[in-house]
T-cell receptor, first 112, second 116 residues
């Protein structure tokens, strides 16, 4: 079946620090990979996605590269801001399962 | 273009009651799915509807049900509420199978259900 393993949180960083949130997956078939972000009291927003190996998704300074050989899709940002404080979810869709399979989420807090 | 709209945003129910949550997808989207989010279990898939038919269902008891109308709007119902049903219920929509599995699924802001 499909599963996503995400870096345990919470993560606390100072403003302008480098961010990495690790995500690895197991999937049947050829998955598409996603990062969603959830701000306090809100629903999920798509942050970025990648649909094939070696694709790099990017948005708002965040990047993630689809690595088929290591089954990973790590999220990175070179310089985080206080406004990036949120919960980040790695997710995939694959095979006959039309739903998203999510990781457990990583709480990021950025301090000024 | 309006996003996914969920009503009500917040509600409090008593154990044993039932609740109905409503979702209006993005215009033109025919697939609607529902997810439950809790601190302990994270994000779990409930069910997916496409053209008024349930295509996929998660591992939830029969107390959880849903339906989709001809205009793609969807409702989910939970009967005989239990304390453990307290959660954020998220509705999501997408065009359907076009571009699957890479097509984007868009989420609403959710309905916060508290069971007391």
């Amino acid at each position: 079946g499909n599963s996503v393993t995400q870096m345990e949180g919470p993560v606390t960083l100072s403003e302008e620090a480098f961010l990495t949130i690790n995500c690895t997956y197991t999937a049947t078939g050829y998955p598409s990979l996603f990062w969603y972000v959830q701000y306090p009291g809100e629903g999920l927003q798509l942050l970025l996605k990648a649909t094939k190996a070696d694709d790099k998704g990017s948005n708002k300074g965040f990047e993630a590269t689809y690595r088929k050989e290591t089954t990973s899709f790590h999220l990175e940002k070179g310089s985080v801001q206080v406004s990036d404080s949120a919960v980040y979810f790695c997710a995939l869709r694959s095979g006959s399962a039309r739903q998203l399979t999510f990781g457990s989420g990583t709480q990021l807090t950025v301090l000024p | 273009k309006a996003g996914v709209t969920q009503t009500p945003r917040y509600l409090i129910k008593t154990r044993g009651q039932q609740v109905t949550l409503s979702c209006s997808p993005i215009s033109g989207h025919r697939s609607v799915s529902w997810y439950q989010q809790t601190p302990g279990q994270g994000l779990q898939f409930l069910f997916e509807y496409f053209s008024e038919t349930q295509r996929n269902k998660g591992n939830f008891p029969g107390r959880f049900s849903g339906r989709q109308f001809s205009n793609s709007r969807s409702e989910m119902n939970v009967s005989t509420l239990e304390l453990g049903d307290s959660a954020l219920y998220l509705c999501a929509s997408s065009l359907g199978d076009k571009g699957f599995p890479g097509n984007t699924i868009y989420f609403g802001e959710g309905s916060w259900l508290t069971v007391v």
